[in-house]
């Protein structure tokens, strides 16, 4: 394989085949893979070639990570246990034996983490940004943080004695605590007062550069916690502070909601405050906690032993985000402004024009989230527009796509929203939006109560001339404003009518529960869209056995479905090679002779979130080819996606755009050697590298750098995108 101009692709090191043992499993554990994904993410936090600020980054993305994990799978497992479930994981472990396996790994994970923020503090430090650093303290900024402290802090927080006498108090899921052992000077008597530290604050404060001194002087931030302890004694007058000890408590945050509720929105609004009060799955203590405070924590939280980390270090690395945001461009990555696709400039903004003329496809973040935005404000400005519907599963927090849907349905528009109130982490903030849509006379649908409405879809109607035409968008990210600048995505416009049939099916199918048949062109989950899926990589394996080319390329963010990863193996097994794109869990082995020795896997880490899901079978002609069959989806290769989500699978027919995601989307992930791990048989990633004097290629900086190459497509057949190239040899 080789591009032009960018040089040759990236070869897997020469290792012999693995092979298996008689007590080995053919799948990777689940969880040992996710743990696998945030280690990458966290050596991005040591890539010296990235900017300070951006190493911080990713360090508290780790921490976030690692957080949502322990609040979500490892509280699943616990509560497998505590109920004596002993269902093995796709590699035939028991829930005990995951959660010791996950627990060896979090201990070394976490001390990785700590070494790489020592590292991190020290270089801010030689930038000039100091993060808790005592010998900063001038006796300008003492006086100031004191003031803040004094001003800000103190009627804020709460000392609570912890005796007989007073109630344990109840600690919120991610909440931060400081437990302070006391002697009252007057009689000498022993107690222990517990502060904890209101959501509301901030985790650092920012001594402002006047206080410093001014330009050149430096930024000097100092944690709320460590405040509270530094001016703990006009908290706690008339007591000698003897010793003090930092906390966080985890609990657990999923939700579940029975089938027979009766009420979907009631019931979500009672769990979303059960989830606050969840079993705590993990303290989070500082390495020299008072080892009477620890016991008294534990026997009042109700946890053992084997759920308290010690850290020698930072508590909530995720608090790390804030001071990302100091304003310092040159410890950050360059600024990139977004382009807006050409093809509806062209049409002078016109999007329902530009999409007649031809399907378009636009590859988010490197083309503007704004088109999606503009082309449903047009059609809730256009009178000829009838009705809108939409698909909301994670819209954010200021949303312009809920602002538009509000702005047609005051313009007397038929609009109808399907919003999931199933979205981790983001049901409440959808309750909120859905009574906005309602308010504004939206007519607003919460799909079925056993799966999620995950696909990403928009469809217009519109009155033109004596009929109705269809426009529909189809995305395989959210309608999300802010994700949508640094996942990266693609949004597919078109006009077709059969995908536009295909598309209200689809909607009727959730709000009326009218099953879709004799679809046209779209593969919906969970009807067909495994069916789909299996019978083109059936349609390989048939091909291999011919003797025709065959090839199965594959971009997605998680492939743990059993069913999926047995037919990639019997197609490696029939000779198909088999490239995949995965950026986080992979439960398939890749390189086990008699098993998948034709299959290869790469994850992608860098300066955007790989989140396009991307399916492309060679279709008995060389990858990759016109003749290629290529998807976009909404679904990962996930039991959950295929089975109990309803998701779409969406062919990509036209030719233009069919090059575009094809040869240059996906092609490019495929070559990318600066971002990219290979996955080896024993599961482990080594980052790719290159023979000497082969020339490095970044596929995010290849986006970045060429102007409207999803948007327009006359860009490549002009030459004004240098084109990736495939020879024949190590794929396909």
């Not at 600048?485 to 209200?504: M, N, Q, V």
């Not at 090679?577 to 992608?604: D, F, H, Q, W």
Request: glycine share 6%; charged share 25%; proline share 6%.
């Amino acid at each position: 394989m080789s591009t032009s101009p960018t040089g040759p692709e990236p070869v897997m090191p020469a290792a012999p085949l693995a092979a298996l043992g008689p007590d080995e499993s053919p799948y990777f554990n689940r969880e040992l893979s996710w743990l696998q994904f945030n280690q990458r993410v966290l050596a991005e936090a040591d890539n010296e070639a990235y900017p300070l600020l951006e190493r911080l980054r990713f360090l508290s993305i780790s921490g976030s990570n690692l957080d949502e994990f322990m609040m979500i799978r490892v509280a699943g497992l616990v509560g497998q246990v505590q109920r004596g479930l002993e269902t093995p994981s796709i590699d035939g472990r028991s829930p005990s034996q995951q959660l010791a396996a996950i627990r060896e790994q979090l201990v070394r994970l976490s001390q990785r983490q700590q070494a790489i923020w020592r590292k991190l503090r020290a270089a801010l430090a030689a930038a000039d940004i100091h993060v808790a650093d005592e010998q900063r303290v001038s006796p300008a900024a003492h006086k100031w943080l004191k003031a803040f402290f004094l001003n800000e802090i103190l009627p804020v927080i709460t000392p609570q004695a912890l005796d007989p006498a007073h109630p344990f108090p109840f600690v919120q899921n991610g909440g931060l605590g400081l437990l302070f052992t006391l002697r009252r000077e007057a009689t000498g008597e022993q107690l222990i007062e517990m502060v904890l530290i209101p959501s509301a604050l901030p985790r650092f404060v920012r001594v402002p550069d006047a206080v410093t001194g001014g330009e050149g002087s430096g930024a000097l931030y100092i944690s709320i916690a460590r405040l509270i302890q530094r001016y703990a004694a006009a908290l706690f007058p008339g007591f000698a502070i003897q010793g003090d000890g930092l906390f966080r408590v985890l609990r657990d945050s999923d939700i579940e909601i029975e089938e027979e509720a009766e009420d979907l929105v009631r019931t979500f609004r009672s769990a979303i405050q059960r989830r606050r009060r969840g079993q705590v799955i993990q303290l989070e203590l500082e390495e020299d906690f008072d080892p009477a405070a620890e016991a008294l924590l534990r026997e009042q939280l109700g946890i053992n032993e084997a759920a308290v980390i010690k850290t020698d270090g930072m508590i909530g690395l995720d608090g790390l985000a804030e001071i990302v945001r100091e304003d310092r461009p040159d410890l950050k990555f360059d600024a990139y402004t977004p382009r807006y696709p050409e093809r509806i400039r062209e049409h002078d903004g016109d999007a329902f024009s530009a999409i007649r003329e031809k399907d378009i496809i636009i590859h988010h973040p490197y083309e503007s989230f704004e088109v999606v935005v503009d082309f449903l404000r047009q059609a809730a400005a256009d009178p000829d527009v009838v009705a809108i519907k939409q698909t909301l599963y994670r819209a954010g927090s200021q949303s312009a796509v809920i602002n538009a849907l509000i702005e047609a349905a005051e313009a007397g528009k038929s609009v109808t929203a399907v919003v999931e109130l199933k979205a981790r982490f983001d049901e409440e903030q959808n309750l909120k939006w859905a009574s906005k849509l309602e308010r504004a006379g939206v007519q607003v649908i919460y799909g079925f109560t056993d799966w999620k409405t995950h696909a990403k879809v928009a469809m217009v109607v519109r009155r033109e001339g004596d009929s109705f035409r269809t426009y529909c968008h189809f995305g395989t990210g959210n309608y999300h404003p802010v994700t949508a600048r640094i996942y990266t995505d693609l949004s597919f416009f078109t006009a077709d009518p059969k995908l536009g049939r295909d598309a209200a099916k689809m909607f009727n199918f959730i709000t009326g529960y009218v099953e879709p048949h004799a679809l046209e062109r779209l593969h919906i989950a969970p009807i067909d869209l495994r069916a789909e899926i299996y019978a083109r990589i059936d349609a390989e394996i048939e091909n291999a056995r011919k003797g025709r080319p065959a090839a199965i390329w594959m971009k997605c963010n998680q492939i743990t479905d059993e069913g999926v990863i047995d037919r990639l193996y019997a197609a490696s097994n029939a000779g198909v090679p088999v490239e995949l794109v995965v950026r986080g869990i992979c439960c398939l082995r890749p390189g086990i002779a008699g098993l998948s020795e034709n299959i290869r896997v790469k994850s992608i880490i860098g300066r955007f979130l790989e989140h396009s899901r991307i399916y492309a079978f060679a279709n008995g002609h060389p990858m990759p080819s016109a003749h290629a069959a290529v998807f976009i989806a909404s679904a990962d290769m996930m039991t959950r996606n295929l089975d109990r989500r309803v998701e779409t699978l969406i062919p990509i027919l036209n030719r233009t755009v069919h090059d575009q995601v094809l040869q240059q989307v996906l092609l490019a992930n495929m070559l990318d050697t600066e971002q990219s791990w290979w996955l080896h048989p024993d599961g482990h990633y080594s980052r790719v590298t290159l023979e000497p004097g082969a020339k490095p290629f970044n596929c995010h900086r290849y986006f970045m750098t060429n102007p409207s190459l999803s948007g327009r497509g006359g860009a490549l057949e002009a030459g004004a995108v240098p084109k990736l190239s495939l020879r024949r040899g190590a794929v396909g």
